[in-house]
């Protein structure tokens, strides 16, 4: 039996260079909105290029949380979660890093493949060449055996910001490959809001990809808003978790 259960598995606090939230404030807004599990997602970086390259401080994060635990615990469960940035190229670096942290879950998301952001990548090479590179990347992120959940799953949204025609039909076997690969190592796909708070009006994934994962047998799932600021966590999650409920999910 499926049980709707309120929450919401990717918020970024000030432990996130593009976050100001404190992990205390958001907590009281879960509490507000009666959202149940409150999973923190800070960015985790390891491209030097990138602006959040080291700013992620695993002590002062790891205190952060014990602390709103003691004060807000029994009204809320709060994970410890982290949002990594995969790219194939630091997956040794990460392995060690990891090794010695202690978190409730991992997300794997892909944001730049080679050092360059997919964003930037669409306006240089075909959508075709972009998309291909992108299931790759993630392909190898699953691969890799370091996370639990797969971060906003984009390769719908490429196909929007690439400005071309949206032939999803085209990009089946892409996101087949990718889902399979998810499936057979019992990965959640993260169900992402964010772009919901945006022109694109989608999740990542949007809907028809939600489908076709769940055609290839897919049930495992995590929601999350992808929040940067206080009032925008749990957007969304209630009209997911409604939408899930075909699927026969189960909720990270
Ligand atoms: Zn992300
Ligand atoms: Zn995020």
């Not at 892909?110 to 075909?126: A, D, F, P, W």
């Not at 190592?185 to 769940?214: D, G, Q």
């Not at 495992?220 to 940067?228: E, I, K, M, P, R």
Request: glycine residues 4%.
């Amino acid at each position: 039996m499926y049980k709707k259960t309120l929450r919401d598995y990717h918020v970024h606090s000030l432990h996130s260079i593009d976050s100001q939230s404190t992990i205390s404030t958001i907590c009281q807004k879960a509490i507000e909105l009666e959202i149940k599990e409150i999973g923190f997602a800070d960015h985790v970086d390891f491209d030097p290029n990138d602006s959040g390259y080291n700013f992620f401080d695993y002590n002062a994060y790891t205190l952060a949380i014990n602390n709103v635990r003691s004060i807000y615990g029994n009204k809320v469960v709060i994970r410890k979660g982290i949002e990594v940035d995969y790219q194939y190229c630091f997956e040794n670096k990460l392995k060690r890093w990891i090794q010695d942290k202690d978190f409730d879950f991992i997300i794997g998301s892909v944001h730049y493949i080679n050092h360059e952001h997919i964003y930037q990548l669409t306006k240089r090479r075909s959508i075709e060449t972009v998309i291909e590179s992108y299931v790759n990347e993630v392909i190898y992120s699953i691969r890799s055996r370091l996370f639990d959940i797969i971060g906003h799953f984009a390769l719908d949204y490429i196909l929007y910001i690439g400005e071309k025609k949206r032939e999803e039909s085209n990009f089946i076997y892409q996101a087949s490959d990718a889902f399979q690969e998810m499936i057979a190592n019992n990965l959640y796909l993260e169900i992402n809001t964010k772009y919901l708070r945006s022109v694109y009006k989608e999740t990542l994934p949007s809907s028809w990809l939600i489908k076709l994962y769940a055609e290839n047998g897919g049930h495992l799932f995590s929601v999350g808003s992808d929040a940067h600021l206080v009032e925008e966590v749990g957007t969304g999650i209630r009209d997911v978790l409604d939408f899930l409920a075909s699927f026969n999910p189960i909720i990270y």
